[in-house]
Nanobody, 122 residues
Framework: QVQLRESGPGLVKPSQTLSLTCTVSGDSITTNGYYWNWIRQPPGKGLEWIGNVAYSGSTYYSPSLKSRTTILRDTSKNQFTLQLSSVTPEDTAVYYC??????????????WGQGTQVTVSS
């Protein structure tokens, strides 16, 4: 089975960079056809897709966050990371990593991490 686990600091100060790591087990992040995503959910709001890194190493970002977002991967550790710069309290959210692939009819997110709370506060 595929398991994803988020890790990183739970508290970040405004203007700093939020950094999280997703560790994947049960499948290689280079497996053909899969994409490895970061998604967040602010309190009381819906899910917001941040971006992903593909099995090929290509990255894709939400237009609204692209200027502040970097997603990297480390294939030797089977991990991928999120860096979100210049954070404000509006970036406070539960952050998830998740796997997906494009299927007929849409996109399927089949495996998720349990999520990690990140609070931006001074």
């Amino acid at each position: 089975q595929v398991q994803l686990r988020e890790s990183g600091p739970g508290l970040v100060k405004p203007s700093q960079t939020l950094s999280l790591t997703c560790t994947v087990s049960g499948d290689s992040i280079t497996t053909n056809g899969y994409y490895w995503n970061w998604i967040r959910q602010p309190p009381g709001k819906g899910l917001e897709w941040i971006g992903n890194v593909a099995y090929s190493g290509s990255t894709y970002y939400s237009p609204s966050l692209k200027s502040r977002t970097t997603i990297l991967r480390d294939t030797s550790k089977n991990q991928f990371t999120l860096q979100l710069s210049s954070v404000t309290p509006e970036d406070t959210a539960v952050y998830y990593c998740a796997r997906d692939r494009t299927v007929v009819g849409g996109t399927l997110f089949d495996y998720w991490g349990q999520g990690t709370q990140v609070t931006v506060s001074s």
